[in-house]
């Protein structure tokens, strides 16, 4: 069964850094693309970063680049997003999501974790 | 980059009708258009990739159609469980982009 476990959330001042991290179970994890979505209080779906199953490529936002970092430990089966000098528009709930097809970088998300609540707030 | 134009944002309807939802993106994406269903406080759920293919295990009253610039997601004969909302997402390059959503109630 797969499971995807979001954790690191939580309350930061607007300019403080976070790290998240989403531990992956039930698949060949190295073998599937990654990707961040995050979803601001009773707003839609964004999209925020992707990686590939090596971590060889990357893909950001706009609204996140050079701010966010994703990164990924395929010994450790671990998904990370960095966060670096939040704003109060990234109050969102961050999740992880595994791409359904192996060896492809782009979506669609077949599995998604439930997420982890950050909020940027003094 | 290509935008996607979801639409309706909320939709009423009753148990039994059939439902419409449909996505426009700016430019062409061929058919790679996915289509997912969230409930209140919980993860998304992939119902439709590549625009007609039935993710494992989805109900068969839902079905995708499209290509192109135009997208609908069907739900034939609604039932309790189907009132949540609805996203569509291209992915023909990076960045991917969501849409607004389709709130069913």
């Known amino acids: 069964e797969v499971q995807l476990v979001e954790s690191g959330g939580g309350l930061v001042p607007p300019g403080g850094s976070l790290r998240l991290s989403c531990l992956a179970s039930?698949?060949?994890?190295?073998?599937?693309?990654m990707t961040w979505v995050r979803q601001a209080p009773g707003k839609g779906l964004e999209w925020v970063s992707s990686i590939s199953g090596s971590g060889g490529s990357i893909y950001y936002a706009d609204s996140v680049k050079g701010r966010f970092t994703i990164s990924r430990d395929n010994s450790k089966n671990t998904l990370y997003l960095q966060l670096h000098s939040l704003r109060a528009e990234d109050t969102a709930v961050f999740s992880c999501a595994k791409h359904r097809t192996s060896g492809y970088v782009l979506p669609p998300l077949d599995f998604w974790g439930q997420g982890t609540l950050v909020t940027v707030s003094s | 980059d290509i935008q996607m134009t979801q639409s309706p944002s909320t939709l009423s309807a009753s148990v039994g009708d059939r439902v419409t939802i449909t996505c426009r993106a700016s430019?062409?994406?061929?058919?790679?258009l996915a289509w997912y269903q969230q409930k209140p406080g919980k993860a998304p759920k992939l119902l439709i990739y590549q625009a007609s293919i039935l993710q494992s295990g989805v109900p068969s009253r839902f079905s995708g159609s499209g290509s192109g610039t135009e997208f609908t997601l069907t739900i034939n004969s609604l039932q309790p469980d189907d009132f949540a909302s609805y996203y569509c997402q291209r992915y023909n390059n990076y960045p991917t982009h969501f849409g607004a959503g389709t709130k069913v109630e």
């Open positions: 039930g698949f060949s994890f190295s073998t599937h693309a």
């Open positions: 430019q062409s994406i061929g058919t790679l």
